[in-house]
């Protein structure tokens, strides 16, 4: 049985005070995970350090939202996983479509980024998915397993395992869209073979390929019960409390 992951990317939301008064209810609304279910906040880097304090002793994970490929430098207003680590986080997440398209990220960067990652013992949510130009001109399945190989290029099957696959159509990330069931399964399907034919079945199976993209408590349960879905990866909604604890609940077996 997969791992089913969780995660919410707070993007550029929350101060201190919000961030510790967010946590201390979303503690109090879950207080406990079963073991093969994982949940995993990942606020900005300023409420790292509040959120590693609120969540200690919590069934929740610390996460980052970006890292360099550095592990330190002069490098102006970047963050090395090694203070990530320093910090308590376990994940990070890399190459959001936020990222490629505001900040000119590639495949190629992504792919340093998540090596040094793994090296330092986090583990990255690799994020790929395509625009509604490029879905509606049906080239979806190119544009992600494109993105999949650039991405993870050169990894081992050891590095493989440890690494979190999140598919995010770039046209249902903060507009409302969602893709249907149906088509989050379609994609997913599609990555899992592409592991597999990079790999073999029996990593692609225990491969965790969330979905991403206007995931909410009122169609989580659709979308993470499809077979290829393995967790979400949540923006709005994972800024409330009760929303967030919804979609977590969605996801129990």
């Known amino acids: ?20 008064d967010l946590l201390s209810q979303l503690v109090a609304a879950v207080p406990e995970l079963p073991s093969n279910l994982i949940s995993v906040v990942c606020p900005p880097f300023t409420s790292l350090q ?17 890292m360099s490929e ?5 490098f102006t207003g970047e963050i090395a996983g090694t203070m990530l680590k320093a910090l308590g986080c376990e994940y990070v997440i890399l190459g959001h479509s936020e990222r490629r398209q505001y900040f000119g990220e590639t495949s190629e960067l992504v792919n340093q980024k998540a090596k040094k990652a793994l090296s330092l013992g986090l583990r990255p949510i ?16 190119q544009v992600v397993t494109t993105q999949v190989k650039g991405s993870l290029l050169g990894f081992g099957p050891q590095e493989m395992a440890n690494v ?15 893709a249907t069931p149906q088509q989050a399964q379609e994609v997913h399907q599609t990555i899992r073979k592409q592991i597999a034919q990079l790999y073999d079945w029996a990593l692609a199976e ?22 290829d879905v393995d967790g979400a990866l949540v923006g709005g909604a994972c800024l409330k409390a009760d929303s967030f604890a919804a979609i977590i609940r969605a996801a129990k077996p």
């Not at 509040?50 to 970006?66: E, R, T």
């Not at 550095?70 to 002069?74: C, S, V, Y």
């Open 1 to 20: 049985m997969r791992t089913t992951i969780i995660a919410g990317n707070w993007k550029m939301f929350k101060n201190l005070r919000e961030t510790t």
């Open 50 to 66: 509040a959120a590693a304090s609120a969540l200690k002793g919590s069934a929740f994970n610390l996460g980052a939202q970006n």
């Open 70 to 74: 550095h592990d330190e430098g002069a």
């Open 126 to 141: 690799v994020c790929v998915g395509e625009t509604l130009q490029e879905r509606e001109a049906g080239i979806t399945g």
């Open 164 to 178: 979190i696959i999140a598919y995010e159509p770039v046209w249902a990330i903060g507009t409302g869209r969602v």
């Open 206 to 227: 225990r491969i965790v390929i969330q979905y991403g993209g206007s995931v909410k408590p009122d169609n989580a349960t659709d979308i993470l019960t499809q077979n």
